[in-house]
């Protein structure tokens, strides 16, 4: 103010109101925008100045390390007589990597390898976790397996007890040797076998082939139709019309 100016003129009060920017008298739209402006660029510094100083060495390091290095840099110049350019990729034909291998820094206390190991431990732990999925049986499928298991016990002993059955009443007819060689029990077999040739082997072999189950089968219709006998009904029928009266050929038939 100059001191021709009079301070209590209605001109300097104008000029002091037009002037006047306290939160309480704002009145132009300007003003109150430059305001707002004021106070958010202050609550972002405050806010800047909160941080823990890991935090800003931080950021201050991940903004130095996207920045791309000067032309003007020393290392930059080296580069460039190696034949490097600037978003070309690596390599005589620029097939090569483009960007430049990050960097991290470590700011734990863990070993330098120990990072790398777990990984690789939970990835093979994951793998191993993903089989024994795939592997694993469901209750349903473990219960059939179960059931079949049970099935196939009983089958080899329903087998078996014919095959004891056959050898007897062979026997009583005077019959030396099995239809089949599995018709009788291994050691009745032993018993009556021969040298046998190259036919014999070949037979032997294709017997291997036949499963306990088919082997009942087919020692089950030999014990009826030759014997009249069933084992599930432990009887010895008189002929044909009479083993009708046996409910039929499986245990199944005969629910036992």
């Known amino acids: 103010m100059s001191d021709d100016e009079d301070y209590m003129s209605d001109a300097f009060l104008t000029a002091a109101a037009n002037n006047d920017i306290r939160p309480g008298l704002l009145h132009s739209h300007s003003q109150r925008r430059n305001h707002e402006l004021w106070k958010k660029k202050g609550s972002v510094q405050e806010q800047e100045s909160r941080k823990p100083t890991a935090t800003l060495e931080l950021e201050a390091r991940k903004d130095g390390l996207d920045k791309p290095i000067a032309q003007d840099n020393k290392g930059f110049a080296m580069m460039s ?13 620029g097939q090569g990597r483009v960007e430049p291998i990050g960097i991290e820094v ?64 062979d026997q009583d007819w005077g019959i030396e040797e099995p239809e089949e060689k599995w018709f009788w029990p291994e050691f009745a077999r032993e018993e009556s076998e021969e040298e046998e040739d190259d036919e014999g082997s070949e037979e ?37 019309d009479d083993i009708r009266d046996c409910p039929g050929p499986t245990r199944y038939d005969h629910d036992v």
């Open 81 to 93: 007589k190696m034949g490097f350019n600037p978003g070309a990729g690596l390599g005589r034909h």
């Open 106 to 169: 470590k700011t734990d206390k863990q070993g330098l390898g120990r990072k790398a190991v777990v990984q690789e431990l939970l990835e093979r732990k994951r793998k191993m976790l993903e089989n024994h999925r795939k592997n694993a049986l469901s209750v349903e499928d473990f219960r059939a397996s179960m059931s079949e298991k049970a099935q196939e016990k009983q089958t080899n002993l329903d087998l078996m007890k014919s095959q004891r059955v056959c050898h007897t009443m």
């Open 204 to 240: 032997h072999d294709m017997e291997e082939e036949l499963t306990p189950k088919e082997k009942l089968e087919l020692l089950t219709m030999y014990l009826r139709r030759t014997h009249y006998f069933c084992i599930w009904c432990g009887v010895k029928y008189q002929d044909d």
